[in-house]
């Protein structure tokens, strides 16, 4: 993969992100910036995506830790390096742990 496909699929995903985001009852505050989007939750707690592109993988940040993620063009998908796990079920996790409220993410 290109650097250049690599930023596409990221900005791809983090708007699926922030689309989801606007459907979110909790009170919760999001920002991009620069290749990095925070949701700050009503807790103060954070969720935090950066692209890391020297090693073409998408990192989470949340209060459970971090994780890192490589594309798999097959399954089309973000799965964590470390046991294979896709980024929509951490993310879904993350959220439900940190705002208390549900909110399915589906970013295909």
């Known amino acids: 993969m290109t650097e250049s496909e690599f930023n ?8 699926q992100i922030e689309e989801r985001l606007d459907d979110a009852e909790s009170d919760i505050d999001y ?3 620069g290749g990095v ?9 954070q969720i ?6 020297p090693v073409l993988q998408l990192w989470l940040a949340t209060k459970d830790g971090g994780f890192h993620f490589d594309y798999d063009a097959t399954g ?3 799965l ?6 896709p980024l929509v079920d951490m993310l879904n996790h993350a959220y ?12 295909n």
């Open 8 to 15: 596409d699929l990221v900005d791809v995903t983090l708007q």
């Open 96 to 107: 439900v742990t940190q705002t208390g409220e549900p909110l399915t993410f589906d970013l």
């Open 48 to 53: 935090i995506f950066t692209r890391q592109t």
């Open 80 to 85: 964590r390096d470390s046991d294979q796990t």
């Open 31 to 33: 920002l991009i910036s």
């Open 37 to 45: 989007l925070t949701i700050k939750c009503e807790n103060r707690s």
């Open 76 to 78: 089309k998908q973000w």
